[in-house]
């Protein structure tokens, strides 16, 4: 599956190129905001239980090991809860690859509804080089089950682990940073497309950016419309 068509459902009616970008990981109990810019709410599952079952499509950021699935995707069935994504962190810097196949597996054996994103963090911040080959074997993996490969937005080796992802036709998001270094990895991800300039291309390929900053996100973001 290209990063074409797996973004296409952000793309139908969309006001603008920046739809549904901001995942909302404010506290659990604040007000939703209302701007298309927001895409989905972003709970850690230690949270699920207090979640109100009539809110939109969920972000579960998940507290423990990566392969820990199971006990979320089965909590948000029982109570009703919309699963739109997990979020998942690869702990195991020495063997990130064995660390994802272990997702991987996981996912199998526990799996989310059709459609749920599955954002997998890499450890993308340890300096301005990139991935080695253990980042690389692991995006190989990440690739295998169509992962979403989560970058942090204010990693210094943001652009190399950008390439090597594009390189992969992985898509991504990004965590954490502010809203100026995340519309400028989008920016950055069209110019390694081949397309500088345009932030539609680039959007093909970040899909979303999650931060608990969320109106002056939207702000932001109005301000480029």
């Keep these: 599956m290209t990063p074409d068509t797996r973004v296409a459902a952000w793309q139908v009616g969309a006001v603008s190129t920046w739809d549904g970008f901001v995942d909302d990981l404010r506290p659990a109990g604040s007000a939703p905001l209302d701007s ?60 990130p690859a064995g660390n994802a196949r272990r997702v991987g597996a996981a996912l199998a054996d526990s799996p989310p509804p059709d459609g749920t994103r599955v954002h997998v963090r890499v450890p993308a911040d340890s300096g301005p080089s990139g991935p080695s080959g253990p980042g690389l ?44 270094q995340a519309v400028d990895a989008v920016r950055v991800a069209a110019r390694l497309w081949g397309d500088p300039g345009d932030v539609a291309v680039g959007r093909r390929f970040v899909v979303s950016w999650l931060t608990d900053d969320t109106a002056a996100a939207v702000a932001h973001l109005e301000g480029l419309a």
């Design 36 to 95: 298309p810019y927001v895409g989905l709410r972003a709970v850690h599952d230690t949270s699920l239980p207090d979640v109100d079952p009539g809110r939109a499509g969920l972000r579960v950021v998940l507290t423990g090991g990566a392969a820990q699935v199971a006990g979320p995707v089965a909590l948000c069935e029982r109570r009703g809860l919309a699963l739109g994504a997990l979020d998942t962190t690869l702990r195991d810097p020495v063997d």
């Design 137 to 180: 074997a692991a995006l190989d993996e990440l690739s295998m089950i169509e992962a979403v490969v989560a970058l942090p937005a204010d990693a210094p080796s943001l652009e190399p682990w950008l390439d090597a992802a594009l390189d992969r036709e992985l898509t991504v998001s990004l965590v954490g940073g502010t809203v100026g």
